[in-house]
C-alpha cells in the first residue's frame, strides 16, 4: 500500500488551499484516515482525522477553517483548509490505518504518505 499525497504549496494569508491523498495498491480496506503536520523546529502534531463512518476530529487551532472528507471510492482523503494563516505553514502527512486480511485474522498496518508543503507566506 503507498500513500501519495498531493495539493500543497504557496498560497496568501487568508487563501484557501486543498491536499489530497491517494492510496494505492490491492488486498486492503482502509479504517481511519488523516492529517498531520510538522513545523520547522516543532513535532508532528493531529490536523484532523476521518474515521470510516464519517466521524471527525480537529485540533483546536484549524476548527472553523479545515475540513476533512474521504471518497472509499478512490481511497482518497482530503484536507480542504481555508482562511490560511502563516502558522498554518508546515509540511503535512497524510496517514491512514489499514487492514489486511491473514486468512481469517484482520491485520492493522499505519501507512504514512511522503509529505507535502504548505507555505502560507504574503
Known amino acids: 500500500v503507498q500513500l501519495q499525497a498531493s495539493g500543497g504549496g504557496l498560497v496568501q494569508p487568508g487563501g484557501p488551499l486543498r491536499l489530497s491523498c491517494a492510496a494505492s495498491g490491492s488486498g486492503f480496506s482502509i479504517n481511519d484516515m488523516g492529517w498531520y503536520r510538522q513545523a520547522p523546529g516543532k513535532q508532528r502534531e493531529l490536523v484532523a482525522r476521518?474515521?470510516?463512518?464519517?466521524?471527525?476530529n480537529y485540533a483546536d487551532s484549524v476548527k472553523g477553517r479545515f475540513i476533512i472528507f474521504r471518497d472509499d471510492s478512490k481511497n482518497t482523503v482530503y484536507l480542504q483548509m481555508d482562511s490560511l494563516k502563516p502558522e498554518d505553514t508546515a509540511v503535512y502527512y497524510c496517514?491512514?490505518?489499514?487492514?489486511?486480511?491473514?486468512?481469517?485474522?484482520?491485520?492493522?498496518?499505519?501507512?504514512w504518505g511522503q509529505g507535502t508543503l504548505v507555505t502560507v507566506s504574503s
Open positions: 476521518i474515521g470510516r463512518g464519517g466521524s471527525t
Open positions: 496517514n491512514a490505518e489499514v487492514v489486511k486480511m491473514a486468512g481469517s485474522i484482520a491485520m492493522k498496518y499505519d501507512y
